[in-house]
C-alpha cells in the first residue's frame, strides 16, 4: 500500500521570503501522479501543482515549484515570494497511474505566512 | 470549468436521524466520486469509491450500512449518514473524477455535519 508521510507538523515563514515543505511517499509502482493540495481556512480543497512521475522535469506553477527526487521518492514543494493568502493547511497527495485512482494524503503541513 | 458542488454545506440534525448529503459535478460527467472525511486539525480519510451504475467500494473500516453512497447519474452522488450520532460530527468532502482516465480529482466545498 502506498503512503505519504509529511514530516513538519507546521511551518512559518515572513512575507516575500521563501520556504520549503518536505513529502516522502512509498510505492512500488513506477508510474503515478504526486500532488500538492492547499486547503486554507475555509477549507476548499485547491490543487497547487502536480507531477507525474515520468516527467523527470520538475514541476512549476508561478511562485510554486517541486523537487521530485523519483529514487528517493521524495517529492518536496517550494513557495517562493510568500504571500499572507499563502497561509494554509498544505497535503501532500499521491495518486496510481491508472484513471479514477483514489488519492492517498499525508497529515498535512500547517503553513503561516507572517507579515 | 471542473466545478463540484455540495449540499447543504452545514446541517444539524439530532442524534438517531439520517441526513443526506448531495455532491453535484456541475460542468462535467463525473464517472467516479470519492467521499472524505475530515476531523479537524486533520487530513483527508477517504471513506468510499463510488462509479455511476454500480455499488461503491468502501474502504476498510467505514461501516456500509452506516454510511450509504449512491451514485445514480454522472453528475450526483449522495452520501446518506444513516442514524447519526454525535461522533459522527465531521467534515464531509467529496471530489469527481472526470472519466476513467483521468488522474485529477475536483474537490467539493465540503459539508459540516453536527449531530446534536
Known amino acids: 500500500a502506498q503512503t505519504v508521510t509529511q514530516s513538519q507538523p507546521e511551518m512559518s515563514v515572513q512575507e516575500a521570503e521563501t520556504v520549503t515543505l518536505s513529502c516522502t511517499y512509498d510505492t512500488s509502482e513506477s508510474n503515478y501522479y504526486l500532488f500538492w493540495y492547499k486547503q486554507p481556512p475555509s477549507r476548499q480543497m485547491i490543487l497547487v501543482i502536480r507531477q507525474e512521475a515520468y516527467k523527470q522535469q520538475n514541476a512549476t506553477e508561478n511562485r510554486f515549484s517541486v523537487n521530485f527526487q523519483k529514487a528517493a521518492k521524495s517529492f518536496s514543494l517550494k513557495i517562493s515570494d510568500s504571500q499572507l493568502g499563502d497561509t494554509a493547511m498544505y497535503f501532500c497527495a499521491f495518486s496510481g497511474q491508472g484513471g479514477s485512482e483514489k488519492l492517498v494524503f499525508g497529515k498535512g503541513t500547517k503553513l503561516t505566512v507572517n507579515p | 470549468g471542473a466545478v463540484v458542488s455540495q449540499h447543504p454545506s452545514r446541517v444539524i440534525c439530532k442524534s438517531g436521524t439520517s441526513v443526506k448529503i448531495e455532491c453535484r459535478s456541475l460542468?462535467?460527467?463525473?464517472?467516479?466520486m470519492f467521499w472524505y472525511r475530515q476531523f479537524p486539525k486533520q487530513s483527508l480519510m477517504l471513506m468510499a469509491t463510488?462509479?455511476?451504475?454500480?455499488?461503491?467500494?468502501?474502504e476498510q473500516g467505514v461501516e456500509k450500512d452506516k454510511f450509504l453512497i449512491n451514485h445514480a447519474s454522472l453528475t450526483l452522488s449522495t452520501l446518506t449518514v444513516t442514524s447519526a450520532h454525535p461522533e459522527d460530527s465531521s467534515f464531509y468532502i467529496c471530489?469527481?473524477?472526470?472519466?476513467?482516465?483521468?488522474?485529477?480529482?475536483?474537490f467539493g466545498p465540503g459539508t459540516r455535519l453536527t449531530v446534536t
Open positions: 460542468d462535467f460527467q463525473a464517472t467516479t
Open positions: 471530489s469527481a473524477a472526470r472519466d476513467t482516465y483521468s488522474y485529477e480529482q475536483y
Open positions: 463510488s462509479n455511476e451504475g454500480s455499488k461503491a467500494t468502501y
